[in-house]
């Protein structure tokens, strides 16, 4: 161990934001809640919440008080990451995905430590029984896991949400510089894929049709790390393509 | 990173002793039980442990239940160490004692590492709300604590005690760079910029006719990242979209 080496002041995760999807036991928000303020992260929002959880939640004293008293509910996925232009979904490593998005969080986190110093993330949590559902991470451009024993690899959702922000606060003395383009936030994203799936319906792209293609198209949009620009380029042709598929032949 | 190092499956706790010295909140008991689970630790000793808190964290059903029935009692921290190699204790950053032997986790975690890997080591977790006193920190070679914010230092005992079990179990195996899917090579990406061109020249898209248009198109696409699969896949769309462009209206 080097005896010079001092505490270093940890990574600012002001640009994180902890997304909790339909959490049920108030101990777990509140826990979930001690463990962003204990790494410098406040910005907690909550997708479908069950309205008695959160009272309870609400109603606990704690240094964490005023974090949940300002979490932001919202209605859907979608509304929660809006402004985010990177999202992280959690899952257990059982859960594991057939997707090459998938990586274990300590795999996962040195990219999101150098997109947190520069843009909104968000870090997605599912529900306490069934974890995030497959529509939920149709929503990521990342899925990832802490590495636990098969024999019990379900963590707590307080502890779970622990070891990420410990994770993602970790500093690194050699940390890259590395500049990043701006990324397309997940509203332009969700435009785009609105756009592109309009489209494919009007050309009587009957494949396009069933629930998990469109997730599949939300994922390969999420895979191609558009900017804001290209984003906006990408969706002006193909609302000029869809206005030309609806014209009557001349 | 050495390709040809075997990928261990996950470390092997085995030799790590979790003793919690008189702890008070039998949820925490359970929290620090259920977090040793998930990380393959199954040696539980509890210091002076307030007899009521043990009974309630021994009446709680889970997955943990067995790791709490089969903790050891002792009354001393003395007694409860007397069979590990090397002693670490927790504290928290602001009760950071003028010692040599103090260090962050991340900083200290590589060497606990090695010496788990062949001898008994034990982690000490103090009170909820004193944290370990001098007497029992006399009794480490190692003082870590968590690198949290100054404004809530203290971390919950079980959310502790997941992060800490979390980096010592952290192998090379974890921290393998992320996959990266095979990119499209450069015929894919020439062959879905022609397609986009004449879906654009198909749907009267006019500011894509000039060269420099073109050209920027061709830079959009390369922009993407595409991977060989979602080319093809965006290809197929595509197709799709100029051979309904081009039928007559029925």
Same mark, same amino acid.
């Given at each position: 161990?080097?005896?010079?080496?001092?505490?270093?002041? /940890?990574?600012?995760?002001?640009?994180?934001?902890?997304?909790?999807?339909?959490?049920?036991?108030?101990?777990?928000?509140?826990?979930?809640?001690?463990?962003? /303020?204990?790494?410098? #992260?406040?910005?907690?929002?909550?997708?479908?919440?069950? !309205?008695?959880?959160?009272?309870?939640?609400?109603?606990?004293?704690?240094?964490?008080?005023?974090?949940?008293?300002?979490?932001?509910?919202?209605?859907?996925?979608?509304?929660?990451?809006?402004? #985010?232009?990177?999202?992280?979904?959690?899952?257990?490593?059982?859960?594991?995905?057939?997707?090459?998005? *998938?990586?274990?969080? !300590?795999?996962?986190?040195?990219?999101?430590?150098?997109?947190?110093?520069?843009?909104?993330?968000?870090?997605?949590?599912? !529900?306490?029984?069934?974890?995030?559902?497959?529509?939920?991470?149709?929503? #990521?451009?990342?899925?990832? /896991?802490?590495?636990?024993?098969?024999?019990?690899?379900?963590?707590?959702?307080?502890?779970?949400?622990?070891?990420?922000? *410990?994770?993602?606060?970790?500093?690194?003395?050699? /940390?890259?510089?590395?500049?990043?383009?701006?990324?397309? !936030?997940?509203?332009?994203?969700?435009?785009?894929?609105?756009?592109?799936?309009?489209?494919?319906?009007?050309?009587? *792209?009957?494949?396009?049709?069933?629930?998990?293609?469109?997730?599949?198209?939300?994922?390969?949009?999420?895979?191609?790390?558009?900017?804001?620009?290209?984003?906006?380029?990408?969706?002006?042709?193909?609302?000029?393509?869809?206005?030309?598929?609806?014209?009557?032949?001349?």
């Amino acid at each position: 161990m080097d005896a010079s080496s001092k505490p270093s002041a /940890s990574l600012d995760l002001k640009n994180l934001a902890i997304i909790l999807v339909s959490p049920r036991n108030p101990l777990n928000i509140g826990a979930v809640a001690r463990a962003m /303020s204990n790494f410098g #992260c406040h910005d907690l929002r909550l997708v479908k919440v069950h !309205p008695p959880s959160l009272e309870d939640a609400r109603s606990a004293v704690g240094p964490s008080a005023d974090l949940i008293a300002t979490a932001k509910e919202f209605a859907t996925v979608a509304e929660a990451i809006a402004d #985010c232009i990177y999202v992280a979904g959690t899952v257990a490593p059982f859960h594991r995905p057939p997707s090459e998005t *998938y990586a274990s969080l !300590p795999a996962a986190a040195p990219s999101i430590r150098m997109l947190l110093s520069q843009q909104r993330v968000a870090l997605l949590f599912g !529900p306490e029984k069934t974890g995030l559902s497959n529509d939920a991470l149709s929503h #990521c451009q990342q899925i990832l /896991s802490i590495p636990t024993t098969p024999t019990l690899a379900s963590m707590n959702l307080g502890q779970a949400a622990a070891v990420c922000l *410990y994770e993602l606060s970790r500093t690194h003395e050699n /940390s890259l510089e590395q500049k990043i383009p701006a990324a397309a !936030p997940a509203a332009d994203l969700d435009r785009i894929t609105a756009v592109l799936l309009e489209a494919l319906i009007a050309a009587d *792209y009957t494949a396009i049709e069933t629930a998990s293609a469109q997730q599949e198209l939300r994922q390969l949009i999420r895979r191609l790390h558009l900017s804001a620009p290209d984003a906006r380029t990408l969706t002006g042709m193909l609302r000029k393509i869809i206005y030309r598929l609806r014209l009557p032949a001349g």
